[in-house]
């Protein structure tokens, strides 16, 4: 008896929950005697919208594509696309494929593409497919490709690959190429190769590398290393060197060491020295100290005097009193001069002092009088009315 209760109370549930959007979709819009205005007809749309997500069978489906062919509501539409997509796929599956082909609004095509995407079966698949092969949007193309993303089959994967090496669209080849670097698979770094040394544009190459360098640093760095070396095209070695030095780690720093070692280009010098100035480790550090002091390329000499002035080091103001005193250039050792203001007060103060007062050369004391009064130090005060007093 209680079990007969329990099934007459559903069905009355659901009786009643067809009424009221029977009732919601007539011409009159009456409920209780009352005309309602457009926003409460819109708010009992939705109630009883959100009543449908609640049926099971085969009753909710029709009921929400009658919605979404005939209302003007966005928002009632896209909770129609919603419920369709919650029903048995198989049946949901040509209405969300004829939506995302022909739907006047593009944010309801968006949203149908999206549910696709969430299906697994394979004829869901097959109509992503079909749709791409149909669509010139751009912004649908992302949803898409997006969606072959989330589509964990070897399929998919393949679509991928044939979007980003060979696809007319130069937007659909980059969205394909960052969501293969990040779908986790090996087989993704030999398709960025492929990419990298095929007819792709730089622009699409440069993503590759990018793309590269989101893999693990065991998979990424001998890539980007050998990228860095000896690619023809100096924007993607220059890339090659940034995304070095964005990664963290032994193998990272000794790749850019490497580098370094066989690059006579300066530009890329200058890369390779900004990313040991951002690589945290003792040895990016050393590497500076050496180019500073001992680099036979003046501009790479420049370059790591100033990263080593940012580095906030200590070490850093021995190593700049080390170029000031040794056989640079003057243009080097004013550098040093402008680096070492840069660095804590406490170690360069008594440096800037002693060159103020005694250091051979009267284009570094000047410099160095021009620094101490930058520095607003009592020290520095000091010498310089000394100085100013001198007779």
């Known amino acids: 008896m209680k079990m007969r209760t329990i099934q007459r109370f559903n069905t009355c549930k659901t009786f009643t929950m067809l009424i009221i959007f029977l009732v919601v979709l007539g011409s009159g819009f009456l409920v209780f005697g009352e005309e309602k205005t457009k926003d409460e007809k819109t708010e009992l749309k939705e109630a009883a919208l959100n009543a449908l997500i609640m049926m099971k069978g085969d009753k909710a489906l029709p009921l929400a594509e009658k919605i979404l062919n005939q209302s003007d509501n966005p928002k009632l539409r896209k909770k129609a696309i919603f419920i369709i997509s919650q029903q048995d796929s198989e049946k949901a599956i040509p209405i969300l494929k004829r939506v995302a082909q022909t739907d006047a609004d593009k944010d309801i095509r968006a949203k149908a593409i999206f549910w696709l995407g969430q299906m697994k079966s394979e004829n869901?698949?097959?109509?992503?497919?079909?749709?791409y092969a149909k669509t010139t949007d751009a912004k649908l193309k992302d949803k898409l490709i997006?969606?072959?993303?989330?589509?964990?089959?070897?399929?998919?994967?393949?679509?991928?690959?044939?979007?980003?090496?060979?696809?007319?669209?130069?937007r659909a080849r980059e969205k394909a190429v960052f969501w293969l670097s990040q779908s986790g698979r090996k087989e993704a770094v030999d398709v960025l190769k492929k990419v990298i040394d095929g007819n792709a544009s730089v622009r699409i190459k440069k993503k590759?590398?990018?793309?590269?360098?989101?893999?693990?640093s065991e998979?990424?760095?001998?890539?980007?290393?050998?990228?860095?070396?000896?690619?023809?095209?100096?924007?993607?070695?220059?890339?090659?060197?940034?995304?070095l030095g964005q990664t963290e780690g032994e193998k990272s720093i000794q790749a850019l060491l490497d580098v370094y070692a066989v690059t006579k280009e300066s530009k890329l010098k200058e890369k390779l020295i900004f990313s040991f100035s951002q690589h945290k480790s003792e040895k990016a550090f050393k590497k500076l100290v050496e180019i500073a002091q001992k680099d036979a390329d003046e501009k790479a000499k420049e370059k790591a005097v100033f990263w080593l002035s940012q580095s906030g080091r200590k070490e850093a103001v021995d190593v700049l009193k080390k170029v000031l005193d040794g056989d640079a250039s003057l243009r080097i050792k004013k550098?040093?001069?402008?680096?070492?203001?840069?660095?804590?007060?406490?170690?360069?103060?008594?440096?800037?002092?002693?060159?103020?007062?005694?250091?051979k050369n009267m284009e570094l004391r000047k410099k160095a009088v021009f620094w101490l009064g930058q520095s607003n130090d009592p020290r520095a005060i000091k010498v310089l009315e000394e100085l100013a007093n001198e007779k």
């Open 124 to 131: 869901a698949f097959q109509a992503l497919l079909d749709i």
């Open 146 to 170: 997006f969606s072959f993303s989330q589509h964990k089959s070897e399929k998919a994967f393949k679509k991928l690959v044939e979007i980003a090496q060979t696809d007319a669209d130069e």
């Open 219 to 243: 998979l990424s760095v001998p890539i980007l290393t050998q990228i860095a070396k000896s690619h023809p095209n100096m924007d993607l070695r220059e890339k090659a060197v940034f995304w």
């Open 208 to 216: 590759a590398v990018f793309a590269i360098s989101q893999l693990s």
């Open 335 to 359: 550098k040093a001069l402008f680096a070492l203001s840069q660095l804590p007060k406490e170690g360069s103060i008594p440096i800037l002092i002693d060159i103020a007062k005694n250091h």
